[in-house]
């Protein structure tokens, strides 16, 4: 997908945001999911149970494989907890699993 590179969000962004909201909540249908986005970057907050993770997408603009970072969170507004992990989005959940079973 292209995204124009500018200084504000972009229709083309605003679009693939929603759709990959969407997509995210398909594969988290189990979790509360909380959701925020800023100029090329989207980022969430699941939680299962009394346990929270963060992950978080760079910044979609860049032609390459995106990177995702994941770490455990203390609630839903905290993001500083924990060690950071990276993965891509064909083991997202896989790694999101893990670090809610640990």
Do not use: G, Q
């Amino acid at each position: 997908m292209y995204f124009e590179s500018s200084c504000y969000e972009t229709e083309e962004f605003r679009i693939f945001s929603i759709k990959f909201k969407r997509l995210m909540k398909e594969m988290f249908k189990w979790d509360k999911i909380k959701f925020h986005k800023w100029h090329f970057y989207m980022w969430w907050f699941i939680k299962r149970n009394d346990k929270y993770v963060y992950f978080s997408i760079d910044d979609v603009r860049p032609y390459r494989d995106w990177r995702f970072l994941i770490r455990t969170a203390k609630n839903d507004k905290d993001y500083t907890w924990w060690a950071n992990h990276f993965t891509d989005y064909i083991n997202l959940k896989k790694h999101v699993d893990f670090l809610f079973d640990n």
